[in-house]
């Protein structure tokens, strides 16, 4: 057969691959797909590869739940995917040589794509900001632990022992450069394997919690290869720590005690001469900067279900821990939902704060775009900036707890209006499901308290 050029290009630089690896990505944001020996590589790019179509909609446990028409119902049928353009990359951490290229499923007859694919939501929205001349800059912060793979007695688990002995793993010292060094072979692999992907990853820095990191990612004007970044990042970041023998999890709040794990989302909107619209310096900045902030404010509580998707996330929602509990914003203000960052003129964006590391950056992406676009798309008016501690109160409005936030984002029309009519619907089953399974077990602290 063949090759396709990408593919031969590939394989003459990297001539000891073993593996191809199509990766897709559910709705956990957990890596899938097919791993193909090289020689039957090039069927990716002539025939795609087939497997069910509602992948996509996979919960943390791997599990279908026939929800609104997507599984058995509608008989399970395959969807084909192929390579997407670019993304042929190297896997440094595998100890077979092995490749990756991500994969997207062609549409079904008829249809763009498929309704219930995050990333085409995502794809949706982004062409939504042409008719008002704009287009999205974004970059993504992510927020994980390295951890023991070894859990106590009562199947918890601990933050990695750092390389130092003597050094207590649950010290925070956020910003720390003696941390950065203890953990310095792990974060330089990390990096190394993000330039051999073409991640742009930046600045990593410690974070508050034991073993906690963040690793920075480069601003693009694709909000969709923004979020595959994203995804590549986590992947990286995993891969490279089980080398080494320990996990890396991007929970939400994987210990009570210590500081959870966010995935933060700075944006700007340019116009068709790729002028930053927020620059305060220009007559329209101010306004169209508020404009895009009360969007946010009108549509956040709504999307929480996207920003915060398992029982788990909503553990980091807590006043006075520089997590969002309302909808403030403020600038050069943590403790606000939606910071303006130092910086203004061509660099002056909007820091989105509120989603939890392990949420999909698809739909946390595509939300906060459609808070942007409605907010611009009906010139909205934000609240006054906040100064001072924003987060010393929790609003009790927002949706603070899974159920809740499942039920405002079924019954939401602006969430139905931008992701389609079926969606919101659908990703709450699923997650409904989830926490369904989630709590069919008897949980340790039952005994504690119950016995």
Known sequence: MTQP?????????????????????????????????????????????????????????????????????????????????GTLVPVPWAEVPTAQVQIAP?????????????????????????ELGLRPVVANELEFYFVDPKRDERGRITPAQPSRSGRAPEAPRVLAFDKLDEWAPLLAEIDAACLAQGVPA???????????????????????????????????????????????????????????????????????????????????????????????????????????????AYRRFAPNQFVPVNTSWGINNRSVSFRVPMGGGRARRIEHRIAGADANPYLVM???????????????????????????????????????????????SLMAEYFGPRYPAAYAAIKRSELEAFMADVLPREYDWYL
């Open 366 to 412: 595509a939300a906060m775009l459609a808070g942007f676009h409605y907010g611009l798309a009906n010139k909205l008016t934000p609240t006054p900036p906040s100064t001072g501690n924003a987060g010393e109160e929790a609003d009790p409005d927002m949706p603070l707890r899974l159920w809740t936030a499942l039920d405002q984002l079924e019954g939401s």
């Open 5 to 85: 050029a990408e593919l031969a290009a590939y394989l003459e630089r990297h001539p000891e691959t073993r593996f191809v690896d199509a990766v897709v990505y559910d709705l956990c944001g957990t890596a899938i797909g097919k791993r193909m020996p090289v020689r039957d590589a090039a069927k990716l790019w002539s025939g795609g590869v087939a497997f069910c179509a509602g992948i996509t909609t996979l919960d943390a446990l791997g599990a279908c739940w026939d929800v609104n028409g997507i599984g058995f119902s509608d008989g399970d049928p395959d969807a084909t995917s192929y390579p997407i353009p």
């Open 202 to 312: 930046g600045a990593a820095t410690a974070e508050y919690g034991g073993a906690q990191f963040e690793v920075n990612l480069g601003h693009v004007d694709d909000p969709v290869l923004a979020c595959d970044h994203a995804l590549m990042l986590r992947r990286i970041v995993k891969g490279v720590a089980a080398k080494h023998g320990l996990e890396a999890t991007f929970m939400s709040k994987p210990f009570a005690d210590q500081s959870g794990s966010g995935m933060h989302i700075h944006a700007s909107l340019v116009d068709d001469q790729g002028h930053n619209v927020f620059d305060e310096t220009t007559p329209e900045g101010d306004r169209l900067l508020g404009h895009a902030i009360a969007g946010l404010q009108a549509t956040t509580y709504d999307a929480m279900g996207f920003f915060a998707p398992n029982i788990n």
């Open 106 to 130: 062609a549409p079904p007859e008829g249809a763009p794509h498929w309704w219930f694919d995050p990333r085409a939501i995502l794809a949706d929205i982004v062409a939504r900001f042409a």
